[in-house]
């Protein structure tokens, strides 16, 4: 086999890996999810159901704040002291996995399956 050939059967192989590994991981967090767990730096502070309708105000690092709503299954942050307002525009989340961050508060919302 040249050279040439070798190198394109790896590539190939790598990408359908990559393929298989995404798919696998797409299958996996597709469902919506029940719970939501609020780390702030590194800690975490609370745990939501996503099927109770609820604002809160997430006390952040070093004085920052940021207001979570949850409502019909749906997450996001609707206001944060932050500078740049990322987190704002990352909008509604639902599925296992996701996630909305914001740094300059060390806030991370993560949606999950309860612990069995």
């Given at each position: 086999?040249?050279?040439?050939?070798?190198?394109?059967?790896?590539?190939?192989?790598?990408?359908?890996?990559a393929a298989a590994g995404f798919f696998i991981n797409y299958l996996n967090h597709r469902q919506p999810a029940v719970m939501a767990e609020v780390n702030v730096d590194?800690?975490?502070?609370?745990?939501?159901?996503l099927h109770q309708n609820l604002e809160t105000t997430i006390q952040g690092y070093n004085g920052g704040t940021?207001?979570?709503?949850?409502?019909?299954?749906?997450?996001?942050?609707?206001?944060?002291?932050?500078?740049?307002?990322?987190?704002?525009?990352?909008?509604?989340?639902?599925?296992?996995?996701?996630?909305?961050v914001c740094l300059p508060n060390r806030v991370i919302v993560t949606i999950t399956e309860p612990e069995k």
């Amino acid at each position: 086999m040249k050279k040439g050939k070798k190198e394109l059967l790896l590539a190939a192989v790598i990408l359908l890996i990559a393929a298989a590994g995404f798919f696998i991981n797409y299958l996996n967090h597709r469902q919506p999810a029940v719970m939501a767990e609020v780390n702030v730096d590194g800690q975490v502070v609370a745990s939501y159901d996503l099927h109770q309708n609820l604002e809160t105000t997430i006390q952040g690092y070093n004085g920052g704040t940021n207001h979570l709503v949850i409502q019909d299954g749906f997450l996001w942050i609707d206001e944060a002291t932050c500078s740049d307002k990322v987190c704002i525009h990352q909008g509604k989340i639902t599925m296992n996995g996701e996630l909305v961050v914001c740094l300059p508060n060390r806030v991370i919302v993560t949606i999950t399956e309860p612990e069995k």
